[in-house]
């Protein structure tokens, strides 16, 4: 089937409607130069040829190696329901539901994934239409200068650096001033952090774990911050949230996370989910969809989307936000994640792949050279090579074996640092083979 499917004939018939005779002619209010020459399009395949040159570049991804690789990213297991479910046509197919009449099933999907967030965060409010965990901290830190009008942000190095990245991306063009704290020893330095804080800064942001993998406790900087009057940011990792101290006990404004590890498969690079929660003094900040439970005037319950003085319902330069995405499909994967698993089995799956984490670390620390650098961790931790990370990646690799994230990549001086991460899916056998590859790399 040729790419557009008229015959000369129906072309004809539609040319002749609108009052023309040619295409040349149907575009000939657009001047010559402003037309493409030709598109340098090959010429077209049947569906055989495609589907072979297409699993033909697939096959090219390496698919079948064991991977130590987090640094944001988690290799869940995910149960076999999520995918059954969510591949329901009704699902597919849903656009943004504005019409709340017809809307009623994905509005309070919404609600629940809303409501089951805010709890797993423990803040009072979450929104569902965030693209990633970096979008949902530059929203984050757009929420705090709405709200207190000031244009400094403290940030702490040891947040994970592809969302710095994108922070500075976003900002370039916007007159804040984004000032980072650099880590001590793969931990937050909560002391400079709080030396950094003054009555010109907007937000402080700190991550927990944070990117090497390094737990701590932020309440004291929350506090003194609170004082400052200024908005305090937390990123997460939401798998670890069941066991560990939450963004709420802390006392923290906001609370992002990426929300892969909640039924989404690591798919080469997403679609993901941005994940955002954050106390009731910022609920007017929040950007994105926000599903509210009311009642009609005879009594029964309904949903229906609120807040939306934002995006398109508005004029643009008086949005909240001009990220506009409608996510609902990975946040309703979230929403069934955490519903199978429930409470039991989060906490199960954060404590199997705590206890594959630092029995890896057992092992590797035994090895000549090795040492592994931070303490608490959860389910990653940061090692330190006597040699170069990379060779070490490079020679493993020709054993299909992806031993950790290079961190020399974003941190200058840890070219020997190498960040291994474990979850529920990781086995002791892995975790045996992969120490006594790293052994005779060294």
Known sequence: MPFIPHTPAEQSEMLATVGVDSIEALFEDIPKKFRAAELNLPEGLSEMDVCQKLEKTAAKNHTDLTSFLGAGFYDHYIPSAVDALCSRGEFYTAYTPYQAEASQGMLQAIFEYQTAVARLLDLQYAN??????????????????????????????????????????????????????PHRNCETDVDALLAAL??????????????????????????????????????????????????????????????????????????????????????????????????????????????????????????????????????????????????QGLKKTAQTGIERAHYAANRLERLPGVHVLNQPFGNEFTVKLPVRAYEVIDKLLDYKFVPGFPLGRYYQGMDNHLLVACTEKTTKQCIGILAELIGGAL
């Open 128 to 181: 569902a239409s965030l693209y990633d965990g970096g979008t949902a901290l530059y929203e984050a830190i757009m929420m705090a200068v709405r709200q207190n009008k000031r244009t400094r942000i403290v940030i702490s190095e040891s947040v994970n650096p592809i969302y710095r990245v994108m922070l500075d991306s976003y900002t370039s063009n916007l007159k804040l001033d984004l000032v980072t704290i």
């Open 198 to 343: 003054n009555d010109d800064t907007a937000a402080v942001i700190v991550q927990n774990p944070n990117f090497f993998g390094t737990i701590q406790d932020f309440t004291a900087l929350f506090t003194k911050a609170r004082e400052h009057k200024i908005v305090s940011i937390i990123s997460t990792y939401p798998i670890m949230q069941s066991v560990l101290k939450t963004p709420g006990e802390m006392g923290a404004d906001i609370a992002v996370a990426e929300g892969q590890s909640l039924g989404l498969p690591l798919s080469f690079g997403g679609p993901y989910l941005g994940i955002m929660a954050c106390n009731k003094q910022l609920i007017r900040q929040m950007p994105g969809r926000i599903v509210g439970r009311t009642v009609d005037k005879t009594g029964k319950t309904g949903f229906v989307l609120t807040l939306q003085a934002r995006e398109q319902h508005i004029r643009r330069e008086k949005a909240t936000s001009n990220i506009c995405s409608n996510q609902a499909l990975c946040a309703l994967r979230a929403l069934m994640y955490i519903s199978l698993l429930g409470p």
